[in-house]
T-cell receptor
Framework: GAVVSQHPSRVICKSGTSVKIECRSL??????MFWYRQFPKQSLMLMAT?????????EQGVEKDKFLINHASLTLSTLTVTSAHPEDSSFYIC??????????????FGDGTRLSIL | AQKVTQAQTEISVVEKEDVTLDCVYE???????LFWYKQPPSGELVFLIR??????QNEISGRYSWNFQKSTSSFNFTITASQVVDSAVYFC??????????????FGKGTKLTVNP
């Protein structure tokens, strides 16, 4: 089945550090990738939608200068949390999808990144 | 606007009991997809089922079954003869449009299921 690799799985760093999270589709080309955020014991909330070769579309309330998304190829999207602070500590999870009318595949999720800012 | 409501925040059962997790959704689209995911303590999302809005047939997969009723906008999930390994947070999700869920998902708040031995 389709596999999405997300790296790193866990990050602990100091306040003020910028952190990059990678999301790769390993065996398919993802035309669209999504980034979700999950606070402890809460639901997953969509942060942004990223289409290969174009700017990401951010959900209301998500700071695009804070959460930089790059989708430079059909197999890789990155989320950079710039100048991270303790309130950015969260579980970030990506998903990847390909629009294939013949098969109508659902999106495939990475295993998530647990980010802790000290 | 699309919305998913999982009214049960936490459920605790004893092993071998049957348990039903409720999901109610709202959408203005006539074409949409509904999903259930399992999230164990390790955090990854495990895909359980996808159902499109035109298919109201109930589905059974082993100990899992799903009841989709458009008349009540519900997509409930039942685990029969629950096991300790079923302990997890379960999310119901909705994707509007025709792309099978390759578009953005709106998740419910999740139901934490604890199965005690």
């Amino acid at each position: 089945g389709a596999v999405v690799s997300q790296h790193p799985s866990r990050v602990i760093c100091k306040s003020g550090t910028s952190v990059k999270i990678e999301c790769r589709s390993l065996d398919f080309q993802a035309t669209t990738m999504f980034w979700y955020r999950q606070f402890p014991k809460q639901s997953l909330m969509l942060m942004a939608t990223s289409n290969e070769g174009s700017k990401a579309t951010y959900e209301q309330g998500v700071e695009k200068d804070k959460f930089l998304i790059n989708h430079a190829s059909l197999t890789l999207s990155t989320l950079t949390v710039t100048s991270a602070h303790p309130e950015d500590s969260s579980f970030y999870i990506c998903s990847a999808s390909v629009f294939d009318p013949g098969r109508n595949q659902p999106q495939h999720f990475g295993d998530g990144t647990r980010l802790s800012i000290l | 606007a699309q919305k998913v409501t999982q009214a049960q925040t936490e459920i605790s059962v004893v092993e071998k009991e049957d348990v039903t997790l409720d999901c109610v959704y709202e959408t203005r689209d006539t074409t949409y997809y509904l999903f259930w995911y399992k999230q164990p303590p390790s955090g990854e999302l495990v895909f359980l089922i996808r159902r499109n809005s035109f298919d109201e047939q109930n589905e059974i997969s082993g100990r899992y079954s799903w009841n989709f009723q458009k008349s009540t906008s519900s997509f409930n999930f039942t685990i029969t003869a629950s096991q300790v390994v079923d302990s997890a947070v379960y999310f119901c999700a909705l994707s509007e449009g025709v792309r099978g869920g390759s578009e953005k998902l709106v998740f419910g708040k999740g139901t934490k299921l604890t199965v005690n031995p």
